[in-house]
């Protein structure tokens, strides 16, 4: 049985639309706890500076911010550095408000059971970053929250963009492995039922980088494959900046791997730009 068959998948059917490029937008990530978590900045700075070379602390308003040097951009004609905040909620947990990300997140069967016991809640967001090259800001942002779970010993990761829960343990492994897997938040995989008996893959959370994210609607795979192959041209997109064109073709799998790519709108929320991978069987 492979990753991808224990789900219950969605029905989705629309009509593909061409759609302008999508648009870089704040990354938002929230951090649960079974117990109530200790927001010391001075143990934050500490993680920090084990992970980035420069790390400067910024006071706003109470809130727990910093900056950092090495990831500069342009905001209105002024070179200033991305910064990244922690905010602190005394908000209850809404289970109900996280259930299609329970149910998104397919890669963890275990993601509604952490959700039930955790209480708390810290958030991870970013400043002034958005014109960062895609690969800067990534790299900016996945180390950032690495830090934040590290020094405040999170149990389950929430990234709002992708609409994916991750155990916080796996996801500090994927991020800090050898060959580091630095979309394993930023990016989840979400499979549909269409009404012409297909089952659609998409992949969601590169929009936010202002990337164009994957689909690909098939019948003679199993999902784990095709997951395989969209996250490997995702990974070859972000790492290389060498965007795959519209009407062009890519490597495929199967007996005729290669299949032909489109540029269009989203088969399914959020609409976004997608390149849609045409199985060649």
């Known amino acids: 049985m492979g990753l991808f068959d224990i789900f219950k998948k969605k029905s989705a059917e629309t009509t593909p639309q061409s759609i302008a490029p999508n648009q870089p937008a704040i990354q938002f990530v929230s951090l649960f706890y079974e117990n109530k978590p200790e927001i010391n900045t001075d143990a934050i700075l500490a993680e920090l500076k084990q992970r980035f070379a420069n790390v400067e602390p910024l006071q706003i308003d109470g809130t727990a911010a910093f900056a950092f040097p090495d990831f500069m951009t342009d905001f209105n004609g002024v070179n200033v550095p991305a ?24 890669q963890w069967s275990g993601a509604e059971d952490a959700m039930k016991k955790c209480r708390y809640q810290v958030s991870v967001t970013e400043l002034l970053s958005k014109g960062l090259p895609h690969q800067a800001r990534l790299e900016f942002f996945n180390t950032l929250v ?136």
């Open 83 to 106: 910064q990244g905040l922690i905010l602190n909620t005394d908000a209850e947990i809404d289970l109900d408000k996280y259930k299609e990300a329970i149910a998104d997140s397919i």
């Open 146 to 281: 690495c830090a934040v779970v590290q020094a405040t010993g999170a149990q389950v990761v929430y990234y709002r963009n992708s609409n994916k829960l991750l155990d916080a343990t796996k996801f500090m492994e994927a991020c800090d492995a050898q060959e580091p897997e630095f979309l394993e938040g930023a990016m989840n995989f979400r499979l549909f039922e269409l009404s012409n008996g297909e089952i659609l893959m998409d992949t969601l959370g590169l929009h936010a980088y202002g990337i164009a994210d994957f689909q690909c609607s098939f019948r003679k795979y199993e999902a784990h494959e095709i997951a395989g192959m969209l996250n490997m041209l995702a990974y070859y997109v972000v790492d290389t900046g060498d965007f795959i064109r519209d009407n062009t073709t890519v490597q495929g799998i199967g007996k005729n791997p290669v299949w032909k790519t489109r540029y269009e709108a989203s088969k399914v929320e959020p609409t976004r730009q997608v390149v849609t991978v045409i199985p060649n069987y």
